[in-house]
């Protein structure tokens, strides 16, 4: 259970993480805008853009991954293959921000199906 925890924690940190990339774009922009950041941010092109996509989307992935590591505690369906579910799903959202930064578009979308594909699995495995 150590380990879902882990990764249920890894991956809540990744879009901050997901934020770095954000900001150093916007500061090569002019300059952090901090009283407009959202509005600047809608301006960026090219990395920044793809930071920025890449920051968001790691959100929307949270949605769906915590709830399954939360269900998979909660039924106590804790074994290997969740586990190893869990840190595929971490290591394929790695590789999704690295692959989306890179703009390698293609393999991006395969692992962002990979990480989707190992949370719903999580919840189905907890049926």
Same mark, same amino acid.
């Given at each position: 259970?150590?380990?879902?925890?882990?990764?249920?924690?890894?991956?809540?940190?990744?879009?901050?993480?997901?934020?770095?990339?954000?900001?150093? !774009?916007? &500061?090569? @922009?002019?300059?952090?805008?901090?009283?407009?950041?959202? $509005?600047?941010?809608? %301006?960026? =092109?090219?990395?920044?853009?793809?930071?920025?996509? !890449?920051? &968001?989307? @790691?959100?929307?992935?949270?949605?769906?991954?915590?709830? $399954?590591?939360?269900? %998979?505690? =909660?039924?106590?369906?804790?074994?290997?293959?969740?586990?190893?579910?869990?840190?595929?799903?971490?290591?394929?959202?790695?590789?999704?921000?690295?692959?989306?930064?890179?703009?390698?578009?293609?393999?991006?979308?395969?692992?962002?199906?990979?990480?989707?594909?190992?949370?719903?699995?999580?919840?189905?495995?907890?049926?």
């Amino acid at each position: 259970m150590t380990t879902l925890i882990v990764c249920l924690f890894i991956a809540a940190l990744l879009p901050y993480l997901a934020k770095v990339p954000v900001a150093y !774009a916007m &500061q090569k @922009a002019g300059g952090y805008d901090n009283n407009h950041p959202r $509005a600047q941010q809608n %301006a960026l =092109t090219g990395f920044g853009a793809r930071a920025l996509a !890449a920051h &968001q989307n @790691a959100f929307e992935s949270l949605i769906i991954f915590a709830p $399954a590591i939360l269900l %998979a505690i =909660t039924t106590n369906t804790t074994g290997d293959t969740i586990v190893n579910l869990a840190i595929v799903h971490v290591i394929a959202r790695i590789l999704f921000n690295v692959l989306y930064l890179y703009n390698i578009s293609t393999l991006r979308s395969l692992v962002w199906s990979v990480a989707t594909i190992a949370s719903f699995s999580i919840i189905y495995l907890c049926i």
